[in-house]
Structure formats: C-alpha cells, structure tokens
C-alpha cells in the first residue's frame, strides 16, 4: 500500500509482507500535486489517467522512526504499531555506488503509471 500525506508533504510504503513502513517526503514523481485543490484540479482535468510505461525508484533506509503518531493522520493509521523507517533516495546517500550490493525489496503500486520502489538495507 502507498499513503500520500499531501498536508504533511509525506509519502508512505507498507510492506505488507514484511510489516514494515517506510516514509519519504512527498514522491512528486507519481503524485505531482502541492496541495489537494491542485490534485483535485488534475484529477478533474484527467492529467493522472494511466499510461503504459514503468517508473522505477531506489530508496535507501536510513533511519527508524518511533513517533508515526507525528506524521499526520493517514499515514499514522497504516503505520501505527508497526516498524516504521525513514527512506531517502539513493542518489542523495553520499558515498553510495548505484551498484553496490544491498539487501533490497521491491514494491510495485500503481499511481497514473506503473512504480517499482526499490528499498535497500545499508
């Protein structure tokens, strides 16, 4: 499952076979919307209709987070009582090689097209 927080500009992937929850600032790449009169706006205006391609993302956990009560309702109410971490992407992690090997997972979900996140264990 993919939670977008729009009022708290966060993103939230459950794993529902690992239980886990990562968390990431808002991913405009499959939710370009800044706030919800604009994602309103673009649903209306047919701009998130699906398309046939496949975007793919590599995310990085970098830190666990206790508080998911912080994080604002929806996410809170997936999250809750769960391990929950912090994602950031893998490009942004200073010193890491795009090839390196790392225990990783995949989450496929569907936005207007198809993601494949891939979350990684450093």
């Given at each position: 499952?993919?939670?977008?927080?729009?009022?708290?500009?966060?993103?939230?992937?459950?794993?529902?076979?690992?239980?886990?929850?990562?968390?990431?600032?808002?991913?405009?790449?499959?939710?370009?919307?800044?706030?919800?009169?604009?994602l309103l706006a673009?649903?209306?205006?047919?701009?998130?209709l699906p398309q046939?391609?496949?975007?793919?993302?590599?995310?990085?956990?970098?830190?666990?987070?206790?508080?998911?009560?912080?994080?604002g309702y929806y996410?809170?109410?997936?999250?809750?009582?769960?391990?929950?971490?912090?994602?950031?992407?893998?490009?942004?992690?200073?010193?890491?090689?795009?090839?390196?090997?790392?225990?990783?997972?995949?989450?496929?979900?569907?936005?207007?097209?198809?993601?494949?996140?891939?979350?990684?264990?450093?």
């Amino acid at each position: 499952d993919v939670i977008h927080s729009i009022p708290q500009r966060l993103t939230a992937y459950y794993d529902l076979s690992l239980n886990k929850c990562y968390i990431i600032p808002l991913n405009t790449i499959v939710i370009p919307a800044r706030d919800m009169l604009e994602l309103l706006a673009n649903l209306k205006a047919g701009t998130y209709l699906p398309q046939s391609y496949l975007v793919q993302e590599d995310m990085v956990v970098t830190e666990r987070l206790h508080h998911v009560d912080q994080l604002g309702y929806y996410i809170h109410h997936i999250c809750g009582g769960k391990d929950t971490f912090k994602l950031q992407r893998r490009d942004h992690v200073l010193g890491m090689h795009k090839r390196e090997a790392l225990q990783c997972r995949r989450i496929r979900h569907f936005e207007s097209f198809v993601v494949e996140t891939r979350i990684c264990q450093l």
